[in-house]
């Protein structure tokens, strides 16, 4: 995993030195780490740390599917909505995009009209 995500960082267009590229699989490998010690605290590291490197999305799939077999409380639940709900927020403040990026994050279902069948 750590592979992973140090390869999509060195393959971007224009990627980084292979110094920072090492600096960030060393970061990826403490956070998994400390993934299997504290998954809560970990996915919440993993979304600050997808914010200022504008990747790392298989580190926090592995950390937010820990995470979400280790929530047993409360505050357990709440840690890791927070954590997504700022990782996100920090996201679109950070990198807003276009204008109808919200809206189409949370559109709602469109509603079928007429019958589903043909006839």
């Given at each position: 995993?750590?592979?992973?995500?140090?390869?999509?960082?060195?393959?971007?267009?224009g990627?980084?030195?292979?110094?920072?590229?090492?600096?960030?699989?060393?970061?990826?490998?403490?956070?998994?780490?400390?993934?299997?010690?504290?998954?809560?605290?970990?996915?919440?590291?993993?979304?600050?740390?997808?914010?200022?490197?504008?990747?790392?999305?298989?580190?926090?799939?592995?950390?937010?599917?820990?995470?979400?077999?280790?929530?047993?409380?409360?505050?357990?639940?709440?840690?890791?909505?927070?954590a997504?709900?700022?990782?996100?927020?920090?996201?679109?403040?950070?990198?807003?995009?276009?204008?109808?990026?919200?809206?189409?994050?949370?559109?709602?279902?469109?509603?079928?009209?007429?019958?589903?069948?043909?006839?």
């Open positions: 995993m750590v592979v992973a995500d140090a390869a999509l960082l060195a393959g971007r267009w990627g980084p030195p292979l110094v920072i590229v090492a600096v960030y699989a060393l970061a990826v490998g403490l956070i998994l780490v400390l993934a299997y010690r504290a998954p809560v605290a970990a996915f919440a590291v993993a979304s600050v740390f997808a914010v200022l490197t504008g990747g790392a999305y298989v580190l926090l799939m592995r950390t937010a599917y820990q995470a979400g077999w280790r929530v047993v409380s409360r505050r357990d639940s709440a840690v890791v909505i927070g997504a709900a700022g990782g996100l927020g920090a996201q679109l403040a950070v990198r807003p995009g276009d204008p109808g990026t919200i809206p189409n994050l949370v559109r709602p279902a469109r509603r079928r009209t007429g019958s589903s069948r043909r006839g």
